[in-house]
């Protein structure tokens, strides 16, 4: 199924597999889910991802990280905050700081797809992603 939105139906799948507690999940391979998940593997929300299949038919394969014998899922929560329909920018000084430095805002500059923590410190703002914690 076509999304013009990869990266909600990206955050969206992440979701749901966290919620039922699967191994891993797939989702369609762009540019940005890979970029987003290299960000996600760095700040250790995942353990791993990897890429399968050919041409159009590509995924990522993402494994999810759990904690502890009740396997509690380490990401927490995912929230989209830039959309199509509503985009939105932030400069270095005004990034956002998710729940005072426990998460991460994802955001994509013109140095790359980094967190709110890596754009602050080079000085670059851009869009703002998503939300993680």
């Known amino acids: ?18 919620l039922a507690r699967h191994q891993t999940t797939e989702v369609p391979s762009t540019k940005m889910t890979r970029n987003i998940a290299r960000v996600l593997l760095e700040e250790g929300f995942i353990s791993e991802f990897s890429e399968t299949g050919e041409g159009a038919q590509k995924r990522l394969v993402i494994a ?18 830039s959309k199509p ?3 939105v920018y932030s400069n270095c000084r005004d990034l956002p700081r998710v729940l005072g430095g426990i998460g991460i805002a994802i955001v994509s500059t013109s140095s790359g797809i980094m967190t709110d923590r890596d754009a602050r410190r080079q000085g ?3 869009e703002v992603l998503c939300y993680v914690w």
């Open 64 to 81: 999810l990280k759990y904690k502890g014998k009740g396997r509690r899922p380490i990401i927490n929560a995912l929230q989209r905050v």
């Open 124 to 126: 670059v703002g851009g």
């Open 1 to 18: 199924m076509a999304s013009n939105d990869t990266i909600a139906d990206m955050l969206t799948r992440i979701r749901n597999a966290n």
């Open 85 to 87: 329909g509503l985009r």
